[in-house]
C-alpha cells in the first residue's frame, strides 16, 4: 500500500513555499469550483475513473521518480490511485489522508509579530477555506477573534502557551462558515462578544460590542478598540489591536473588498460599504496592519504564509478602493457577483442559533470556497 500525508503536513509545506505537485482526482466541477492552492503548488485534475485502466496519462505531468500527492474528496478514492500509481512504477507517491474534507478544516497558526508592552498575535490560517482568525495573548490572558467551528485548536494553544482565553469576538455574524466563538466561549469560560446590529435574531446571550466598549488582553497591557465598519453586514466591526494592527473582518481584505450582499441587502448596505472604506477608513493610519478574516487568492500569502498589508498600501493597489465613481462603485458590489458561499443560508441560521445541524452536515456546508470577496 502507498504511502501517506496528513493535511497538517502539506500544510507546512504551503506556509513553507515548497514545490508540491498534487494530483486531483475527484470530478471536474468539483475541482473548478475548489481546489488546493499556493504560491508552489503545481495541481492537475485527473478524474480518478479515467485512471482505473492506465495510469500512464499522469507521465504526461510529471516524471516517475517525483513526489506525487494524490488528493480526492474523502480519501478512498486517493488511496486506490496512489497503489495504481505505484503499481505502475510511480515511486514516491502519497495519498493525502481524509481528503479535501479534512484539508477544508484544518488550521495552520502563523505568528503575526509581537506587541508593544508584551504579548503576541498570531494569524490562524483555514488553507482549504480562505478563513482567518486571530490569537492574541499577553500577560496569561488571550482573545480570540472570528473562530473557526474546530474551536479545540485554540484551546490546545493557549494550553500551550500557558494562557487563558477571556474573551472571543466576532466581527460579524458570517455567512461563508460556522462560528466556533459561541462554543469556544462556553468551553473556556470567556465572554462572548457579537455586534448588535447584527445579532437583532439570536437566541443566546451575548455581550455587545460597539465603538467606545475597548476590551483589553493582560491586564490592561493590550488594547482591543472596536471600529464600526457596516457594509458587508450592517453590524460589522473592526479592530485595532495595540495600535498596530487593523482587524478588517470581511470588509477588507488585502486583493479585494467585501461583499454587501449575503443578507439580501446589497442594495441597502452598499453605501455604508462605501462610506466604510472611503471615508471611516481612510480617516485611520495609513501605518495600520490590516488582517482580514479571509483571503482568496494564493499571491495574497506571504512569507512563512503570513496574509497582510499595510493601509496606506492598500489605497494604492486595491482596486476596490480607487473607485471615484459612486456608481460605478455600486454596479461593482451589487451586480455580476461571484456565487454565493454553499448553502449560506443555513450557515447564518446556524450562527444564530436557530437550528443545531449535527457535526457531519455542519462540516458538509463548509466545504467549498468562502466566496465574501468582490474584486474588480
Avoid at 475527484?26 to 469550483?33: H, L
Avoid at 505502475?88 to 488550521?107: D, I, P, R
Wanted: glycine share 8%; net charge negative; hydrophobic share 35%.
Amino acid at each position: 500500500m502507498s504511502k501517506s500525508m496528513t493535511v497538517q503536513e502539506l500544510a507546512k509545506r504551503i506556509v513553507n513555499q515548497e514545490r508540491t505537485f498534487i494530483l486531483d482526482v475527484r470530478n471536474k466541477d468539483e475541482f473548478e469550483k475548489w481546489k488546493i492552492e499556493g504560491k508552489t503548488i503545481e495541481v492537475v485534475n485527473m478524474p480518478y475513473y479515467n485512471l482505473l485502466d492506465s495510469v500512464e496519462p499522469v507521465s504526461d505531468y510529471t516524471d516517475k521518480d517525483r513526489e506525487i500527492i494524490v488528493a480526492c474528496a474523502k480519501g478512498g478514492s486517493s488511496q486506490m490511485v496512489a497503489d495504481l500509481l505505484e503499481d505502475a512504477g510511480f515511486t514516491n507517491v502519497y495519498s493525502l489522508e481524509g481528503g479535501m474534507k479534512a484539508w477544508s478544516e484544518h488550521l495552520e497558526p502563523v505568528k503575526i509579530g509581537d506587541l508593544q508592552d508584551g504579548g503576541t498575535l498570531y494569524q490562524f490560517v483555514r488553507l482549504g477555506k480562505g478563513c482567518l482568525s486571530y490569537f492574541i495573548e499577553s500577560n496569561g490572558e488571550a482573545v480570540v477573534v472570528d473562530a473557526a467551528r474546530m474551536t479545540g485548536v485554540y484551546e490546545q494553544f493557549a494550553k500551550k502557551l500557558g494562557v487563558k482565553i477571556k474573551y472571543v469576538i466576532d466581527t460579524h455574524l458570517h455567512a461563508d462558515h460556522i462560528s466556533g466563538g459561541r462554543h469556544l466561549a462556553k468551553q473556556a469560560g470567556a465572554a462572548y462578544y457579537l455586534p448588535p446590529k447584527d445579532a437583532t435574531e439570536v437566541t443566546f446571550d451575548f455581550t455587545p460590542v460597539e465603538e467606545g466598549s475597548d476590551i483589553t488582553v493582560g491586564d490592561t497591557t493590550v488594547d482591543v478598540q472596536p471600529i464600526y465598519s457596516p457594509g458587508h453586514t450592517i453590524g460589522s466591526t473592526s479592530f485595532i489591536v495595540d495600535e498596530t494592527y487593523l482587524l478588517s473582518g470581511d470588509t477588507l481584505f488585502v486583493e479585494s473588498i467585501g461583499r454587501p450582499d449575503l443578507a439580501g441587502l446589497a442594495e441597502d448596505w452598499v453605501d455604508d460599504l462605501r462610506e466604510t472604506l472611503y471615508h471611516r477608513y481612510r480617516n485611520l493610519s495609513k501605518d495600520l496592519i490590516v488582517l482580514p478574516a479571509h483571503y482568496s487568492f494564493a499571491k495574497e500569502m506571504g512569507d512563512g504564509g503570513k496574509i497582510f498589508a499595510r493601509l496606506g498600501a492598500l489605497y494604492s493597489e486595491n482596486s476596490g478602493l480607487r473607485i471615484g465613481d459612486e456608481k460605478e462603485f455600486r454596479k461593482m458590489v451589487t451586480e455580476n457577483l461571484p456565487p454565493q458561499p454553499n448553502e449560506h443560508e443555513t450557515i447564518r441560521k446556524t450562527n444564530m442559533g436557530k437550528i443545531n445541524p449535527d457535526q457531519e452536515k455542519q462540516k458538509e456546508m463548509e466545504i467549498g470556497p468562502n466566496r465574501c470577496a468582490v474584486a474588480r
